[in-house]
């Protein structure tokens, strides 16, 4: 089956940094999104960018498809950025997502 | 526009017992999925619905798991009985198209 590996697995950040999370996947995908899961965990929609590059504040995201990964940008963290960014992909033919191993964000005053 | 809806929010049962969740989706969303995330681990998807009909459920324990979805809106989810293994958050999302997902606040079940 298609794997979904994402890195780092954990990153401590103080308040203001930048980061960026990167997303391997070994297969051909229809669609890539991004998630966030808030400490309390509700499962945000971040992006949907099966490829390109897209932002929204500070965030953005660059997917591409040819070499088979997605990264996320976080600029100017805060406290509220903490949590796990999950990757999620589907494959081509069919209709569901695999979601990757998660990056837990800590992002401290 | 209110989002997805799951009850319980928490749930605390014995093995052996029976357990039942409820999901309401996004008003207009023809397409349901359940998925089980166990502590440390992404989400994985166990059922897929489009309107009323099943389109995936291979992932789908079936010697302990059903799910449904009555008049292609709301859905239940069922496992009896149930396993020690089956501890995790239970997560509703609904998507309209092409395949972006909306996800409710999930169940935590917690088998003893």
């Known amino acids: 089956g298609i794997q979904v590996e994402q890195s780092p697995p954990d990153l401590i950040l103080q308040e203001g940094a930048n980061s960026t999370l990167r997303c391997n996947f070994s297969?051909?995908?229809?669609?890539l999104q991004w998630f966030h899961q808030n400490p309390w965990g509700q499962l945000i929609n971040l992006f949907y960018?099966?490829?390109g590059t897209k932002q929204n504040g500070r965030l953005s995201a660059t997917t591409v498809a040819t070499e088979r990964y997605s990264l996320l940008y976080i600029s100017s963290s805060q406290t509220t950025d903490s949590g796990v960014y999950f990757c999620?992909?589907?494959?081509?033919?069919?209709?569901?997502?695999?979601f990757g191993t998660g990056t837990r964000l800590t992002v401290i005053p | 526009e209110a989002g997805v809806a799951q009850s319980p929010r928490y749930k605390i049962i014995e093995k052996r017992q029976s357990v039942a969740f409820w999901c309401n989706p996004i008003?207009?969303?023809?397409?349901l999925y359940w998925y089980q995330q166990i502590l440390g681990q992404g989400p994985k998807l166990l059922i897929q619905?489009?309107?009323?009909?099943?389109?995936?459920d291979s992932q789908l324990p079936k010697d302990r798991f059903s799910a449904e979805r009555l008049k292609g809106v709301d859905s239940t989810l069922k496992i009896q009985p149930a396993k020690l293994e089956d501890s995790a958050v239970y997560l509703c999302?609904?998507?309209?198209?092409?395949?972006?997902?909306?996800f409710g606040p999930g169940t935590r079940l917690t088998v003893l």
């Open positions: 999302a609904s998507s309209l198209a092409p395949l972006v997902q909306f």
């Open positions: 619905f489009q309107n009323n009909g099943v389109v995936d």
């Open positions: 297969d051909s995908v229809n669609n």
């Open positions: 999620a992909v589907e494959l081509r033919g069919a209709n569901n997502l695999f």
């Open positions: 960018i099966p490829s």
């Open positions: 008003s207009g969303h023809a397409t």
